[in-house]
């Protein structure tokens, strides 16, 4: 629904973000660990900042707790995309070329939806019923300066940039190995002292036969042992038909139509991998191969099989499932990453978002690099760690890559979990009664 | 009895000096929220309908208001018409104020809530549940969610 932003907006209208402030946001990035609860970084504030602006009503705000660590401080984290610019009826608030937030008091009537809209109410009214909130005095905040126990830190951002070249390297060499130059692909493949089997290849092919193998069943078994121990990184880091996928994507990166909505479910891959089965069994053969886009790419366009006839279409036709979503063959159809899944899901792995630096709804980067779209920002918009299913995570490590503080990470299972996700009471709408 | 009272409050607040300039529904920041608003919804639609004697269980307007008071502070004839419309909600049967979901103080009127979760719940497919709570609410769990 289009928002009625007013004609003030059009009179006034906000800067846009340039490309560079939206990859380096300015921010101060809160600690609770080191926080005693002292209280200077408001007494700073509210005698003016840096500007020294005279006494005024301080902009942060300290939520003391009654054990050392749950100490909080309140304040603008100057959001990517600002839920309060969106809320102001009047334009009175814009993101500047800095990605600084700032309010311009012209305009501003004090009405207060910044303050409803913000997830955690950062915009502070002052005695005299005045809407103010952190403009970062202007790159250097006092309260920074001030704060002893360095709780509080200016922070840009930094990212881990070697991630995303390591893994396109990976996946280029994996896919010229695969399609290229070993013709078996990667369904079966006889390397050197041992065989590496597709796991639900192998499956169909119990499921045909009747018949357990054990030499195959073990060469299945080794996939899914790296997928216990690394998750679905077969799917973001090996497998060729990802590779393809995500040339589209980086390529053409706009959605283009969207798919009905009884395809996107995610249950539709056991559903297909159920199906590849049954079939295997009543035909006797491994159907599912046959149309499997990750198969027909290694056994249509390498160079001794040149183009075998109906099956290089399959490719192209499944890749093109990519411009409704990132991913779309991955995340709601293929059978071998529900296979892969089942043992990430009791794998070794986690993802883990949400450590305390984690700036949550003001960011957000996490929710939009993922390509398999399992980072809820519903749970980020409200200020709580996103919970993580690591059976549909491909282990792409695109969420730590683009987190610029630190706070999505690898965590193994035995060591200790650094978030604990908690719940906002619900049911906002029936709030309605009387006030007494 | 409403007539009379209307009468005290008009003259109380100078609603009887209203020339329908304007500059009020000029002002008002809900004029974003609302198609028709100039005539109904808008402090000087209140005003004229106090001054014809509309019921207040047939004034809009009432469960749009956010006490900024621009209208009051512009109004050329120098009605307080945020003081009026605080008094006109006192008479009718429930406050049309939505309560915090946990302290039950009294927050934002009826339409800047449905203004608000138009404009921020857009592109989520669950309802955000954290505007239903006022401020200081909203600042302690967000405090105990992430400490």
Same mark, same amino acid.
């Given at each position: 629904?289009?928002?009625?932003?007013?004609?003030? @907006?059009?009179?006034?209208?906000?800067?846009?973000?340039?490309?560079?402030?939206? @990859?380096?946001?300015?921010?101060?990035?809160?600690?609770?660990? +080191?926080?005693?609860?002292?209280?200077?970084?408001?007494?700073?504030?509210?005698?003016?900042?840096?500007?020294?602006?005279?006494?005024?009503?301080?902009?942060?705000?300290?939520?003391?707790?009654?054990?050392?660590?749950?100490?909080?401080?309140?304040?603008?984290?100057?959001?990517?995309?600002?839920?309060?610019?969106?809320?102001?009826?009047?334009?009175?608030?814009?993101?500047? @070329?800095?990605?600084?937030?700032?309010?311009?008091?012209?305009?501003c009537v004090n009405c207060g939806m910044c303050i409803a809209a913000c997830p955690e109410a950062a915009p502070f009214r002052d005695s005299q019923?005045?809407?103010?909130?952190?403009?970062?005095?202007?790159?250097?905040?006092?309260?920074?300066?001030?704060?002893?126990?360095?709780?509080?830190?200016?922070?840009?951002?930094?990212?881990?940039?070697?991630?995303?070249?390591?893994?396109?390297?990976?996946?280029?060499?994996?896919?010229?190995?695969?399609?290229?130059?070993?013709?078996?692909?990667?369904?079966?493949?006889?390397?050197?002292?041992?065989?590496?089997?597709?796991?639900?290849?192998?499956?169909?092919?119990?499921?045909?036969?009747?018949?357990?193998?054990?030499?195959?069943?073990?060469?299945?078994?080794?996939?899914?042992?790296?997928?216990?121990?690394?998750?679905?990184?077969?799917?973001?880091?090996?497998?060729?038909?990802?590779?393809?996928?995500?040339?589209?994507?980086?390529?053409?990166?706009?959605?283009?139509?969207?798919?009905?909505?009884?395809?996107?479910?995610?249950?539709?891959?056991?559903?297909?991998?159920?199906?590849?089965?049954?079939?295997?069994?009543?035909?006797?053969?491994?159907?599912?191969?046959?149309?499997?886009?990750?198969?027909?790419?290694?056994?249509?366009?390498?160079?001794?099989?040149?183009?075998?006839?109906? %099956?290089?279409?399959?490719?192209?036709?499944?890749?093109?499932?990519?411009?409704? %979503?990132?991913?779309?063959?991955?995340?709601?159809?293929?059978?071998?990453?529900?296979?892969?899944?089942?043992?990430?899901?009791?794998?070794?792995?986690?993802?883990?978002?949400?450590?305390? $630096?984690?700036?949550?709804?003001?960011?957000? $980067?996490?929710?939009?690099?993922?390509?398999?779209?399992?980072?809820?920002?519903?749970?980020?918009?409200?200020?709580?760690?996103?919970?993580?299913?690591?059976?549909?995570?491909?282990?792409?490590?695109?969420?730590?890559?683009?987190?610029?503080?630190?706070?999505?990470?690898?965590?193994?299972?035995?060591?200790?979990?650094?978030?604990?996700?908690? +719940?906002?009471?619900?049911?906002?709408?029936?709030s309605k009664g009387d006030a007494s | 009895m409403r007539a009379s009272s209307y009468h005290d409050l008009a003259s109380e607040y100078g609603a009887?000096?209203?020339?329908?300039?304007?500059?009020?529904?000029?002002?008002?920041?809900?004029?974003?929220?609302?198609?028709?608003?100039?005539?109904?919804?808008?402090?000087?639609?209140?005003?004229?309908?106090?001054? =014809?004697?509309?019921?207040?269980?047939?004034?809009?307007?009432?469960?749009?208001?956010?006490?900024? =008071?621009?209208?009051?502070?512009?109004?050329?004839?120098?009605?307080?018409?945020?003081?009026?419309?605080? %008094?006109?909600?006192?008479?009718?049967?429930?406050?049309?104020?939505?309560?915090?979901?946990?302290?039950?103080?009294?927050?934002?009127? %009826?339409?800047?809530?449905?203004?608000?979760?138009?404009?921020?719940?857009?592109?989520?497919?669950?309802?955000?549940?954290?505007?239903?709570?006022?401020?200081?609410?909203? $600042?302690?769990?967000?405090?105990?969610?992430?400490?």
């Amino acid at each position: 629904m289009a928002n009625k932003f007013g004609k003030l @907006r059009d009179i006034f209208p906000p800067e846009k973000a340039s490309l560079r402030s939206a @990859r380096s946001k300015p921010g101060v990035v809160f600690d609770p660990s +080191k926080c005693t609860g002292c209280g200077l970084c408001e007494s700073v504030c509210a005698s003016g900042g840096s500007n020294s602006e005279g006494m005024r009503a301080p902009r942060v705000h300290i939520m003391r707790g009654d054990v050392p660590g749950t100490s909080f401080a309140i304040l603008c984290q100057h959001c990517l995309d600002p839920q309060c610019l969106k809320a102001c009826p009047n334009g009175a608030i814009s993101k500047d @070329r800095d990605g600084v937030v700032r309010m311009n008091k012209k305009l501003c009537v004090n009405c207060g939806m910044c303050i409803a809209a913000c997830p955690e109410a950062a915009p502070f009214r002052d005695s005299q019923g005045q809407v103010n909130k952190c403009d970062l005095c202007g790159g250097s905040p006092a309260c920074v300066a001030a704060c002893p126990n360095g709780a509080l830190t200016y922070a840009q951002g930094s990212r881990k940039l070697w991630i995303a070249p390591l893994r396109w390297l990976c996946q280029l060499i994996n896919f010229l190995l695969l399609v290229i130059f070993l013709v078996g692909s990667v369904c079966s493949l006889n390397a050197i002292t041992f065989d590496l089997a597709c796991p639900f290849g192998v499956l169909q092919n119990v499921f045909s036969t009747k018949a357990i193998v054990l030499a195959t069943v073990v060469s299945a078994l080794l996939l899914m042992l790296f997928s216990f121990i690394f998750g679905r990184a077969f799917c973001g880091w090996i497998c060729p038909f990802g590779f393809i996928l995500d040339l589209v994507d980086k390529i053409i990166p706009h959605q283009l139509f969207r798919m009905p909505r009884f395809l996107r479910n995610r249950v539709n891959k056991y559903g297909v991998a159920i199906g590849g089965l049954a079939a295997a069994g009543a035909a006797g053969t491994q159907a599912f191969c046959t149309v499997c886009p990750i198969g027909t790419v290694c056994r249509s366009y390498g160079m001794n099989t040149v183009m075998a006839g109906a %099956e290089t279409a399959i490719v192209p036709a499944l890749a093109a499932l990519n411009l409704g %979503e990132k991913r779309s063959w991955c995340r709601y159809f293929c059978p071998v990453g529900a296979t892969l899944g089942l043992a990430a899901k009791i794998g070794l792995v986690r993802i883990e978002i949400g450590a305390p $630096r984690c700036k949550k709804f003001s960011c957000m $980067r996490c929710a939009d690099a993922c390509p398999m779209g399992i980072i809820p920002k519903e749970q980020l918009v409200q200020g709580l760690s996103p919970s993580i299913n690591m059976a549909e995570c491909i282990s792409c490590l695109r969420c730590v890559s683009a987190c610029p503080h630190h706070a999505a990470s690898i965590r193994f299972i035995w060591q200790k979990k650094k978030t604990k996700p908690g +719940k906002i009471p619900s049911d906002c709408q029936s709030s309605k009664g009387d006030a007494s | 009895m409403r007539a009379s009272s209307y009468h005290d409050l008009a003259s109380e607040y100078g609603a009887y000096s209203c020339v329908e300039c304007g500059k009020c529904a000029a002002m008002c920041p809900m004029a974003e929220t609302a198609g028709s608003f100039s005539r109904i919804k808008s402090p000087r639609g209140i005003v004229q309908q106090v001054l =014809r004697g509309v019921s207040v269980n047939d004034m809009p307007g009432l469960a749009s208001c956010l006490q900024c =008071r621009q209208c009051s502070q512009i109004c050329p004839a120098g009605i307080d018409i945020a003081g009026l419309i605080a %008094e006109l909600r006192k008479l009718l049967p429930e406050p049309p104020v939505c309560v915090c979901s946990v302290c039950g103080s009294p927050m934002l009127p %009826e339409d800047a809530r449905l203004y608000l979760s138009r404009a921020v719940d857009s592109g989520f497919e669950e309802k955000l549940s954290y505007p239903a709570l006022c401020p200081s609410c909203k $600042r302690r769990t967000y405090a105990k969610n992430n400490s």
